[in-house]
């Protein structure tokens, strides 16, 4: 499964909030949804959002096995 959880390490890395990624680069309430219950979205976004937080694609997703937690 793909999990999200580097892209909110790399917001806080990078200290940008969840308001500023709507409010200033124009990324949907929705969207943001779909990042915290870790379901898919195109690679059009992931591109979108390594652009806006200048990072690589490991920075966003990981990939991670059935049945086990990412370990932080």
Same mark, same amino acid.
């Given at each position: 499964?793909?999990? !999200? #959880?580097?892209?909110?390490? @790399?917001?806080?890395?990078?200290? *940008?909030?969840? !308001? ?6 124009? *990324?949907?309430?929705? =969207? =943001? ?11 059009? @976004? ?5 652009? *806006?937080?200048?990072?690589?694609? #490991? ?6 096995? #059935?049945?086990? #937690?990412?370990?932080?």
């Amino acid at each position: 499964m793909i999990s !999200y #959880e580097p892209f909110y390490k @790399t917001l806080k890395n990078k200290n *940008i909030s969840t !308001y500023k990624l709507v409010n200033q680069y124009g *990324i949907s309430r929705s =969207l =943001l949804d779909r990042l915290k219950h870790n379901k898919p979205i195109s690679t059009v @976004t992931l591109d979108d959002l390594c652009k *806006i937080l200048s990072c690589r694609v #490991e920075d966003v997703i990981v990939f991670v096995e #059935e049945g086990q #937690e990412e370990q932080s």
